[in-house]
Nanobody, 129 residues
């Protein structure tokens, strides 16, 4: 059984930093792809950043230069370092993993939740001004 468990969310002031972690357990069909998404009430889930097995990344334009995605396959953990946070970054953040074998790293504006099979329960990040 595959499980993804996020941690590291919380309240932070604008300009601050937060590092999210996502621990993955179980056997993934395709561990090539992992990613972070975020969602606010009434809006669709937004792609934030994805990473492939070679460590290549694609980061959404809205967070580029501020957010960094990384992975440590030795301990099956995905990370999202978030810097220079603004109130617009307030959202529930979800990690995702496993995708069809033909998956390729998308463009920054082509990160889609439809590519991913397994999801964590989410961790809330709230940025105050």
């Amino acid at each position: 059984q595959v499980q993804l468990v996020e941690s590291g969310g919380g309240a932070v002031q604008a300009g601050g930093s937060v590092k999210l972690s996502c621990k993955v357990s179980g056997d993934l069909y395709n561990s090539h792809c992992m990613g972070w998404f975020r969602q606010t009430p009434g809006k669709e889930r937004e792609g934030v950043a994805v990473i492939d097995a070679d460590g290549m990344t694609s980061v959404a334009d809205s967070v580029k230069g501020r957010f960094l995605i990384s992975r440590n396959d030795a301990n099956n953990t995905l990370y999202l370092q978030m810097n220079s946070l603004t109130p617009e970054d307030t959202a529930m953040y979800y990690c995702a993993a496993d995708c069809p074998v033909e998956w390729k790293l998308p463009s920054p504006n082509g990160i889609t939740a439809d590519d991913f099979i397994y999801w964590g329960q989410g961790t809330q990040v709230m940025v105050s001004s």
